[in-house]
């Protein structure tokens, strides 16, 4: 069983908790659970860059190369679905999974 530790990071006044493995202190990994109609849930590797995004229609998308601001802008963001579709659907390419 693999040791881990979690720490909060700061999106604007709110925290996340930030997963980190003992074993490779790279895969930070942050996971949400949206109250949104379109958007269920979402973990991104900050280490990575990475952002996987789960929709209420069951649909998995994963969006490259965002920087943790846009990604914070997401987490904060008041209507999640209306965010991403204006700052991350149109401006990063995501691929189904």
Known sequence: MMNSR???ITCGNRN???KTTKRDTRSNLIHV?????????AAYSSYDRVLLINFR?????????LPHSVVCGLLVA????RYF?????????????
């Open 16 to 18: 996340f908790g930030l």
């Open 78 to 81: 008041k209507h999640p679905g």
């Open 6 to 8: 979690y720490a909060p």
């Open 57 to 65: 229609s069951g649909l998995t998308y994963r969006y490259r190369k």
């Open 85 to 97: 579709n204006k700052y991350i659907r149109t401006e990063y390419n995501g691929v189904l999974q």
């Open 33 to 41: 659970v949206f109250e949104s109609s379109v958007l269920s849930n």
